[in-house]
Structures are given as structure tokens and as C-alpha cells.
């Protein structure tokens, strides 16, 4: 994975498993939002392969979209056009799917969003709303599709700490359920006892495993280059990371 001279990623092998609840943690610019981009056919790939529902996702996008729920780090709904956020949570139900009747999609956006504990905001414009409540419609419009696999960049990076249980109490159901998630996360104190697996990145590949077994200083070490605590009596914690980058 290149950008101009610059390899963001390099030599990384790794598989995911139908059902998998996999967490990529890294550095701020360890390349983990180019790795969710590589599954979605949106990185420049310069060498090897990717596959994604056995199809590749840089030629063949448009068959695998559907199945898939995608959050960005960040977004920009356009401004101009006073978006509500029920209209955004029903762009996700829109894009690859059959045609079906306005109060049908209508449904199933303020069953998303009532997921995310924002039914009150549904007719509210997307502009309006906070930082933190616009995160969360974005999330409601990557699960309206029940997607099988759930991609999701920094989910947690603005909700305070109600919202931030309300999500991962949603992520949980989900991958209960059968869906697949891969997601980005600076904190990983809110799915700590959910994930299934860790990647740690840092431009390579330095360890995918249990959070437990993960976890060393030695992989902590050669990820961020400084040691950080992630055992406090005896639960997965890890203090912010980001921070110590900047953030
Ligand atoms: N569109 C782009 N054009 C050029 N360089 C890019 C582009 N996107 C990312 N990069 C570079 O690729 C590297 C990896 O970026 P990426 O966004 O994947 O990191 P990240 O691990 O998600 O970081 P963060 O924790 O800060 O979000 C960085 O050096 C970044 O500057």
C-alpha cells in the first residue's frame, strides 16, 4: 500500500474469519484506516492481493458492497443540503439494494437509530446535531443493511462514556448474531471483554492474536515504542494511546 513514495503498509498477511470481532491498533499513522480502505478496494494497492467474500474488492466493489457497513474516521455530510438524520441513516439502505417504499425504508432508519439511542434526533438536520451524535447516525447507516461484515474507523473517538456502551453493547449483538467486525480504535477499554482478536499495526504487521496473549510488552513496545500498562486488576485496560501521539 503506497501513497506517492510512501508505503503505509507493508508485507501484511492476514486473515479474518466469518464472525471474527477483530480490533487494529496502532500509532497515529500506522496505516490502520488504509487497511480498512484495502478492504473496500479504496487504498492503492501496489503489490499482493486482497479478498473480500472471495472477490476482489478493487475489481469487482460494486458485488460486495452491499454486504458490507462502513464507518469513516470522518465524513463530510454535505453541508448545503439539509440533510435529516433519518435521510443519512436511509442512505445506507439506498446504495446496491432493490427498490422499496419510502415508509418501509423510513422503518427500518429509526429501527438503526433507535440502536444507537438517537430516535429523538431522527428528524433533527445532520448539521445540527453533535460531534458525537453525528458518529452514532453514521454508525445506525453502516448497520440499517444488516451487513455481514461491519468496518468500522475510530467508532468510540468522540462518544462520552454512555455512548460509548450503548455502541459496543451494539457491536456485541451484532457479531453475536454472525456479523463479522473489524474495527479501529485508539481505546479498546469499551470492547475489551468482547473482541476476539487484536491486530497490532505499525506499518507491518507486529502481532494478531487474543487480547491476552497479545498484549506483551515486547509487541507493545515494537508498536507505539513506548511501554504501556494494559492489565489493571486483571482486566484488558489500555489508557488512550492517541494521546501520547498527539491526539
Ligand atoms: N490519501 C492519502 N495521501 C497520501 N498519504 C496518505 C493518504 N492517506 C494516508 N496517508 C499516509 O499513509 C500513512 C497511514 O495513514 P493512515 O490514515 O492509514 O494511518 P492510521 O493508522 O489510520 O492513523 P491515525 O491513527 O492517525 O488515524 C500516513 O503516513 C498518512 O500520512
New binding site residues.
Partial sequence: ?K??D?Y??EGVTLDVPKGDFLA?M????????????TILGL??LVRGSVRVFGKDPYKQRSEIAKKIGYVP?RENVNDEVPLRAIDVVMMGLIEGMRPQREEALMDKALKALEEVGLVDVAYKTYRELSGGQKQRVLIARAIVSKPELLLL??PFSALDAQSSRTVARLLKKYNDEGTTIIL?T?DITPIANDVKRVAL?N?KLIAVGEPLKIFTKENLLKTYGVEVPVLVQGRLCIPLI?DQ?G?
Wanted: no cysteine; hydrophobic share 30%; aromatic share 4%.
Fill in positions: 500500500m501513497y506517492g510512501t503505509a503498509l487494529i496502532g500509532p497515529n499513522g500506522a496505516g490502520k484506516s488504509t487497511l480498512l480502505k487504498a492503492p474516521q474507523d475510530e479501529v485508539h499495526l506499518k492517541g501521539h491526539r
